[in-house]
């Protein structure tokens, strides 16, 4: 052993030897305990030598890749007082890059004795290293050849929201040795797929090493989505075919999703860890410094403050967990080369002793950070402390979850919110993020997630249908907004399935042609169910796994989703880079947007206010200003008609131009638009739009006169939204 650095932290080889580093301010001895290959066996007990600016760090000559490790941390007990070092529990390092070895429960994970007098007060002398997974010094070499990031513009970004295992457990074309894993994932067919829906970002549920929970294995149950990390620099070893592989795995899939020209960001949960309360096991922050590590109640330091409820909350107030946090981020950019990240209960992150602080540490950190500002930073902007809902108040530079989309679309669909309350929705939520500088593609537009119900049976269920997760049917979500249409669950009357694939539709178009970025969940484009299950985290089976059988039997609601992101990226008016402006924008001298009512004129301000105004068309005016110059663009003209009314309704098109005719692209009553000749009317020819139903117009001009007759349909009235 000799003296070695305190940088970088973890355990890095350089070619002759393991640099050891661990951050704990509070010990007073590090022991480093190394293993035999399977973990089995502790081999070795080595003190580090130093201790320098609170870093505990020595250097193995001779000791490489493949090395099994942990730790044993001294330090006071003391649980009133927020510390709780117990050298008895081997703890992971913090900056572990492979595990070998399964969590297995046992009372002998725990600091405290389970059971006695005093409870967590007490001190446990059982040994926990038999039943805690072990780590590993990585070797990282691996050659990227010419593969390197497709850097999307967030202007063009459609996300896809997936997991690991889910996506390709039930694959056909995936060889059942890598179904489940990140070499399925990567598997040609899969990407090949993907692409193909025109999707752009996939984005990935937690792969970071995480932990079953005890409570849900004895019900013969897993954390399947796993959001209880224990390890933010390892990939979960579940999703390997060899966990002596790991780093080089996941680099293989992330190097053919980028040879394909697609993104890969990552879910991550940095608010909290596996190791919940203080009633909670001791696996590695607890042991190593858990005054430092969690939020702690400033005049009762043996609890924790849970803003997560999950029992704890990583202290992102102290310079060194935030340090933690983003040196994790870099390593999955720079190490790892993925495109972005998904952050779990966001405003966790920017919570100071104080509350949410838009200025916090932690996002002052990445905004200067010359690795994190240029990659994709998505807030999920809420959690369950108090004052939590903090959409639209992330800093330049991030991305938001927008549940008000979510919320307002699907009341809009089953005809309980109207034109008035959609419409700001459609074009980037402005009155939410226009601020700051901000763009609309800070707005992450969805109707479905991973959390609630799937498309499918968010328009076949009026009710959550949660049984099989064994908790009475009182976990997840009771008011889901949803509309089974007319009958619970899976139905043959031929009507309402026609009503429901009518209503997946307009979700998707709705969806994918609002202003901002679009994220779809996987398999909703071919309608895959759970069952009526909206809260699925714990079910690791044909509930949650995507039916690929279904790919094939709704083949046409595949074609619908690639004609609708196929028109996404034809015009570009779907998708602008600045907020469009609802009244007049004196620098071009013409409306960007303008709201038609049914008889084709321009919305009038009772309009706006009437709940039953369901029926109602929004004209993008391709002349838009596209950048900050002050000119007029030349992209093509659109309208949208959205109808949540039940019964048909007999649509105007606005103008009255005898040169200008509207082209019909998209009627989602049609499963599938007939190919060959266009459907062509004239400005001022009517057109019945089916009840419950969406349609896309463009404009076709032949100057520019033509073109001012057709999107001024008439009085221009104060604009509600």
């Given at each position: 052993m000799r003296e070695g650095l305190p940088h970088p932290r973890g355990a890095f080889w350089d070619g002759q030897g393991t640099n050891f580093s661990l951050f704990s301010a509070n010990a007073t001895k590090v022991e480093l305990c190394l293993f035999d290959a399977d973990g089995q066996t502790e081999l070795e007990r080595i003190e580090l030598p130093e201790y320098t600016d609170e870093i505990w760090h020595g250097y193995l000559v001779d000791v490489g890749p493949g090395t099994v490790y942990g730790y044993r941390v001294h330090g006071p007990y003391e649980p009133e007082a927020g510390h709780r070092f117990n050298p008895n529990k081997l703890v992971i390092d913090p900056y572990a890059r492979e595990f070998v070895g399964e969590l297995r429960w046992d009372d002998a994970l725990f600091g405290y004795t389970i059971g006695a007098e005093g409870d967590d007060l007490t001190f446990d002398e059982r040994d926990s290293a038999p039943f805690i997974p072990k780590c590993v010094v990585a070797d990282s070499a691996f050659d990227w050849k010419q593969s390197v990031s497709p850097l999307v513009p967030w202007d063009r970004t459609v996300i896809y929201e997936t997991h690991v295992r889910g996506y390709t457990k039930l694959h056909p074309q995936v060889p059942e040795e890598l179904r489940g894993t990140f070499a399925g994932l990567a598997v040609p067919e899969v990407i090949k797929y993907i692409k193909s829906l025109g999707i752009t970002t996939v984005e990935l549920l937690p792969i970071h090493a995480f932990v079953y929970d005890s409570l849900l294995l004895e019900k013969g149950l897993t954390n399947y989505w796993g959001y209880n990390s224990i390890g933010f620099f390892a990939p979960d070893p579940r999703y390997l075919i060899d966990r002596r592989r790991g780093v080089q795995e996941f680099k293989e899939m992330v190097a053919r999703f980028h040879d394909a020209g697609l993104e890969v960001i990552l879910d991550v949960v940095y608010n909290h860890t596996a190791e919940g309360n203080e009633r909670g096991p001791t696996l590695c922050f607890k042991g190593v410094d858990n005054a430092s590590y969690y939020r702690l109640i400033p005049d009762q330091k043996r609890y924790y403050i849970n803003d997560t409820g999950t029992g704890n909350t990583l202290n992102l107030s102290h310079p060194r967990v935030i340090q933690m946090v983003t040196d994790s981020l870099r390593f999955w950019v720079n190490e790892m080369h993925v495109d972005g990240f998904r952050f779990d209960l966001g405003t966790i992150l920017a919570r100071e002793p104080n509350g949410f602080d838009n200025q916090s540490g932690f996002l002052k950190a990445c905004s200067q950070d010359p690795v994190l500002s240029r990659v994709k930073?998505?807030?999920?902007?809420?959690?369950?402390?108090?004052?939590?809902?903090?959409?639209?108040?992330?800093?330049?530079?991030?991305?938001?979850?927008?549940?008000?989309?979510?919320?307002?679309?699907?009341?809009?669909?089953?005809?309980?919110?109207?034109?008035?309350?959609?419409?700001?929705?459609?074009?980037?939520?402005?009155?939410?993020?226009?601020?700051?500088?901000?763009?609309?593609?800070?707005?992450?537009?969805?109707?479905?997630?991973?959390?609630?119900?799937?498309?499918?049976?968010?328009?076949?269920?009026?009710?959550?249908?949660?049984?099989?997760?064994?908790?009475?049917?009182?976990?997840?979500?009771?008011?889901?907004?949803?509309?089974?249409?007319?009958?619970?669950?899976?139905?043959?009357?031929?009507?309402?399935?026609?009503?429901?694939?009518?209503?997946?539709?307009?979700?998707?178009?709705?969806?994918?042609?609002?202003?901002?970025?679009?994220?779809?969940?996987?398999?909703?484009?071919?309608?895959?169910?759970?069952?009526?299950?909206?809260?699925?985290?714990?079910?690791?089976?044909?509930?949650?796994?995507?039916?690929?059988?279904?790919?094939?039997?709704?083949?046409?609601?595949?074609?619908?989703v690639q004609q609708m992101t196929a028109l996404r990226a034809k015009f570009p008016i779907l998708r602008r880079n600045r907020f469009l402006s609802a009244l007049e924008n004196p620098r071009i001298g013409l409306k960007e947007i303008t709201w038609i009512n049914a008889s084709g004129k321009e919305m009038e301000d009772e309009q706006w206010t009437d709940d039953g105004m369901l029926c109602f068309g929004m004209l993008l005016d391709g002349r838009a200003q596209e950048t900050g110059l002050r000119q007029r663009s030349h992209d093509a003209t659109l309208l949208i008609v959205l109808n949540a009314f039940h019964d048909l309704v007999e649509f105007t098109l606005p103008g009255d131009s005898p040169d200008a005719r509207w082209t019909l692209l998209i009627d989602t009553n049609l499963p599938d638009l007939p190919t060959g000749r266009k459907a062509i009317f004239t400005t001022g020819e009517t057109y019945g739009v089916t009840g419950r139903s969406l349609l896309v117009f463009s404009l076709e001009a032949h100057s520019e006169n033509a073109i001012d007759r057709a999107v001024k349909p008439g009085k221009q009235s104060a604009q509600k939204t």
């Open positions: 930073l998505i807030a999920e902007p809420w959690d369950c402390g108090p004052g939590g809902y903090q959409v639209g108040e992330f800093p330049p530079g991030w991305a938001e979850w927008n549940d008000q989309y979510r919320d307002v679309v699907r009341d809009f669909w089953r005809g309980e919110a109207s034109a008035g309350k959609v419409a700001p929705r459609l074009y980037g939520s402005a009155d939410i993020f226009n601020k700051f500088g901000r763009r609309p593609y800070a707005s992450i537009n969805f109707i479905t997630a991973h959390d609630g119900f799937t498309l499918n049976d968010l328009v076949s269920y009026n009710e959550r249908h949660n049984e099989a997760n064994l908790e009475d049917n009182r976990d997840g979500h009771e008011h889901n907004r949803s509309w089974n249409c007319g009958a619970e669950g899976p139905t043959e009357d031929e009507g309402i399935n026609t009503l429901r694939g009518r209503q997946i539709r307009n979700f998707l178009a709705t969806l994918l042609l609002s202003q901002g970025t679009p994220m779809l969940l996987a398999g909703d484009e071919f309608g895959r169910t759970q069952q009526g299950n909206n809260n699925a985290y714990c079910q690791d089976n044909d509930i949650s796994w995507v039916d690929w059988s279904l790919a094939e039997k709704n083949e046409t609601l595949v074609r619908f």
